[in-house]
T-cell receptor, first 113, second 112 residues
Framework: KNQVEQSPQSLIILEGKNCTLQ??????????LRWYKQDTGRGPVSLTI?????NTKSNGRYTATLDADTKQSSLHITASQLSDSASYIC????????????FGAGTRLFVKA | EAGVVQSPRYKIIEKKQPVAFWCNPI?????LYWYRQNLGQGPELLIR????????DSQLPKDRFSAERLKGVDSTLKIQPAELGDSAVYLC??????????FGPGTRLTVL
């Protein structure tokens, strides 16, 4: 069973609009959750990192939220730009059978002019 | 500060041929990771090194894949022989003491 599920799989929005990406996880016990942005042909780049005690973290127009009780996280992008077109990957670290880092499959975001 | 360096960026080979990828992590990062990423999927861990020791290679297909990290710095990942299903992007990442990972640009492998 995939321990990190992301939705939607892909998303198309118009430039200037907001969007929210979802991440549900079952990794337990939980250590931290990261959101990465991966441009086409590049490696993932970290956007935010949250530990158990943090429920929101911002990085410019990116705001991540975390509900450790329901094991859900979201990434909200405000006033989208064409350069936001990328894959957004949710990554959860925890101690399940040793320290593990589990990657979601990502949400592919397309921002159109 | 230089990021994680990988080479080559692209490689096209015929099946049954060998191939090798090279990674130079960020200076001072003790932990090094090799991932495989298929199209439309997240990265999947192949092997993790702490200095020169492979501490997690449970997902590495050992019949054809091998890796080494001599002197605990640079690392190479080898596939011999390559199969069609090995076509993917191979990402290298490094981190300071099992913390946030910094990724290289990846090597895109195409097996014909």
């Amino acid at each position: 069973k995939n321990q990190v599920e992301q939705s939607p799989q892909s998303l198309i929005i118009l430039e200037g609009k907001n969007c929210t990406l979802q991440c549900n996880y079952t990794v337990s016990p939980f250590s931290n959750l990261r959101w990465y942005k991966q441009d086409t042909g590049r490696g993932p780049v970290s956007l935010t990192i949250m530990t158990f005690s943090e429920n929101t973290k911002s990085n410019g127009r990116y705001t991540a939220t975390l509900d450790a009780d329901t094991k859900q996280s979201s990434l909200h992008i405000t006033a989208s730009q064409l350069s936001d077109s990328a894959s957004y990957i949710c990554v959860v670290s925890g101690r399940t059978g040793g320290f593990k880092t589990i990657f979601g499959a990502g949400t592919r975001l397309f921002v159109k002019a | 500060e230089a990021g994680v360096v990988q080479s080559p960026r692209y490689k096209i080979i015929e099946k049954k041929q060998p191939v090798a990828f090279w990674c130079n992590p960020i200076s001072g990062h003790n932990t090094l990771y090799w991932y495989r990423q298929n199209l439309g999927q997240g990265p999947e861990l192949l092997i993790r090194y702490e200095n020169e020791e492979a501490v997690d290679d449970s997902q590495l297909p050992k019949d054809r894949f091998s890796a080494e990290r001599l002197k605990g710095v640079d690392s190479t990942l080898k596939i011999q022989p390559a199969e069609l299903g090995d076509s993917a992007v191979y990402l290298c990442a490094s981190s300071p003491a099992n913390n946030e990972q910094f990724f290289g640009p990846g090597t895109r492998l195409t097996v014909l």
